[in-house]
């Protein structure tokens, strides 16, 4: 019979057979195959990772090694002294270290400066103690002319050139003296470490600043007291660290050592000459 779009069956055979659906199992068992993912944290030490709790990469070799994968080149020889890792042991130093070595430098009679940085010298110390005295020359080395122009009512004219020779008295003698004083030493079979050196003269230069400052004190006299002080504690400071070892060189250990004290007695003599004196 047929309704529209619709066809009924009436009470008709239906030849053939449907099948029944079979009953669901009441558990499945579900079988996964072995991963061969790593378990997260790993339980044993792969590489720099542990299962303990560790810093990042750029914590702690950021500087000292390449990243793997990257495009920067392993050096060696002669060209790691170009890079920055090259120049990051020298620099690692906190606050505590510095001042306990600047300190030191003011307590020259203890000669104890070798031993304490023999493991770790420092070029941070040495390098700000230079970059202050440059200032600290040029600034108050103006301010005193300045002062003593205008007590004599006389015209005055900031001279530029203070600075720049602080700049390379100051840089140059903590670069050069020591590496005369490095191959000095090792051409007497008694070498010390290069750095070692730049790291003992460098802060041996720090009792100048407090003297320059009291250079502003209007006595020459005073001027010379404080300039001969300075110069004396400078000295000692340095010959009394290097004299234990410099006692290695045989019998002229003591010209050496007697040399190095000199010498600093010979900066002080030219910053008394040039910066402690007031000129008008």
């Not at 306990?100 to 070798?114: A, H, K, M, V, Y």
């Not at 802060?203 to 004396?232: D, H, K, N, T």
Request: hydrophobic share 45%; charged share 15%; net charge neutral.
């Amino acid at each position: 019979m047929m309704s529209g779009n619709y066809t009924s069956i009436d009470n008709q055979n239906v030849g053939g057979s449907v099948p029944a659906v079979a009953d669901a199992p009441a558990h499945v068992a579900v079988k996964f195959a072995d991963s061969s993912l790593q378990t997260f944290p790993p339980s044993g030490a792969q590489g720099k990772i542990s299962g303990a709790a560790q810093p990042p990469r750029d914590a702690d070799d950021s500087f000292g090694k390449p990243v793997s994968g990257s495009d920067e080149p392993q050096q060696s020889g002669w060209f790691r002294s170009f890079t920055i890792a090259a120049y990051k042991p020298y620099f690692d130093v906190d606050t505590a270290d510095v001042l306990e070595r600047i300190r030191d430098s003011l307590f020259p009679f203890n000669g104890t400066f070798s031993e304490k940085t023999a493991n770790n010298p420092d070029l941070y110390g040495p390098f700000w103690i230079c970059t202050t005295l440059i200032f600290v020359a040029a600034s108050i080395g103006t301010f005193v002319t300045y002062v003593a122009h205008k007590v004599q009512k006389k015209e005055w004219d900031y001279d530029i050139n203070l600075m720049t020779w602080s700049a390379g008295l100051f840089y140059g003698y903590v670069s050069i003296v020591p590496l005369a004083l490095y191959l000095i030493l090792k051409y007497f079979s008694a070498p010390s470490g290069f750095v070692h050196l730049l790291c003992l003269y460098g802060y041996s230069l720090f009792v100048f600043i407090p003297a320059m400052c009291l250079s502003v004190i209007p006595q020459e006299i005073v001027r010379w007291v404080v300039a001969g002080v300075a110069g004396f504690m400078s000295a000692s400071f340095v010959a009394l660290n290097l004299r234990n070892h410099i006692k290695s060189a045989g019998e002229r250990w003591f010209l050496i050592v007697a040399g190095i004290f000199l010498l600093q007695l010979a900066l002080a003599l030219v910053l008394k000459l040039y910066l402690f004196t007031i000129s008008v």
